[in-house]
């Protein structure tokens, strides 16, 4: 199989990438991706040249697109402006990227029958009250709160139309919020583990209390995977491991995990419209697919990403100060 991955270079795309390299030795992955400041071409580093191909280039560029499509068996859209802060900062680039690109693919796998999956998030569902038993099901309405979650449902969507007026062979995921290697330093838990290493404080959004729905991201290449090849088109699949953790929790287990008290952070403004709780029901995928997460254990797979950044500091060094400096502005 030939499959064209769309912001490779990115931290879940380029898991995705070496998951589908290490556990399907026929396949062959070319990556298209533009490399903003999100994407790394350290990420895809040691894979093999006879396997996989880095394309450097914009998924709105649509000649293209269309030529890398025509080569493929199949598309794993994961580009995206994906960081909330900056889509509160300057939306556009998260229209353009999110919205007219994932029309550009659609176009491109339209015209050439090419089997499509596209990477979602939970945001596109709003939030949750912290004392609300439900999570959130495929019958969830959409209510996204920022420009980022709302660039994506409106991505969804676009899917959903090209499958039902064109008959697009497509699936779609949202997943929870994921954690461990390759993830850029502007996201809370590396944030946090390098601040750390550095011998700053550690920083948490208000009183701490907003809950998320964690996953590591090795289960969101398995899940994913696994709906590219058995998922019925047409379908939408929830991706989640059952993994709610309020901020302060995962904060204070980071602290635990590097040797240093609980009490040890100090409160930053909050980020405005900050979204309550996010959690997902993954039942049908667990039941339709049968996939199932091998980090059941958040605490495992957080030790498991605090090692990575200790011993991969050549990876993260060169963006840290550029990152921190765009935080102190916001005093965050």
């Known amino acids: 199989m030939r499959i064209l991955v769309t912001g490779g270079a990115g931290f879940i795309g380029s898991n995705f990438v070496h998951h589908v390299l290490k556990e399907r030795p026929e396949a062959r992955v070319c990556v298209l991706d533009k490399l903003t400041y999100a994407g790394n071409r350290a990420s895809l580093e040691g894979l093999d040249p006879e396997r996989f191909d880095l394309v450097v280039g914009d998924i709105c560029d649509e000649p293209l697109v269309d030529r890398l499509v025509a080569a493929s068996d ?41 089997r499509l999956h596209h990477v979602s998030t939970d945001e596109v569902y709003g939030d949750l009250e912290l004392d609300d038993p439900t999570r959130f099901t495929t019958d969830t309405p959409y209510r996204p709160s920022s420009p980022y979650s709302a660039s994506k449902a409106s991505s969804d969507h676009l899917v959903r139309a090209w499958v039902r007026s064109f008959g697009v062979e497509a699936t779609i995921s949202n997943c929870s919020n994921n954690y461990g290697p390759f993830q850029h330093v502007e996201k809370f838990i590396p944030r946090q583990i390098t601040n750390l290493l550095d ?52 904060l204070q287990l980071i602290l635990e995990l590097m040797g240093r008290e609980p009490d040890s952070f100090e409160h930053v403004a909050d980020r405005p419209g ?33 090692r990575w950044y200790e011993e991969n500091e050549a990876w993260w060094r060169p963006m840290k100060d550029a990152t921190e400096a765009k935080y102190r502005e916001v005093g965050q």
């Open 199 to 250: 011998g700053e404080i550690a920083k948490l959004y208000g009183t701490g209390e907003n809950v998320r729905d964690w996953i590591h991201t090795e289960d969101h290449s398995s899940a994913v995977l696994a709906i590219l090849e058995r998922g019925q088109s047409g379908r939408t699949y929830l991706i989640g491991a059952d993994g709610e953790k309020s901020n302060r929790e995962v």
């Open 274 to 306: 900050h979204d309550l709780r996010y959690a997902i029901d993954p039942s049908l995928l667990r039941e339709e697919l049968g996939w199932r997460p091998r980090y059941t254990d958040f605490r495992e797979g957080l030790a498991a990403t605090i």
């Open 74 to 114: 199949a598309v794993v859209h994961f580009a995206a402006e994906s960081h909330n802060d900056n889509s509160l900062t300057d939306p556009s680039p998260f229209i353009r990227t999110n919205i007219v690109g994932t029309a550009v693919i659609l176009e491109a796998v339209r015209r050439h029958g090419v």
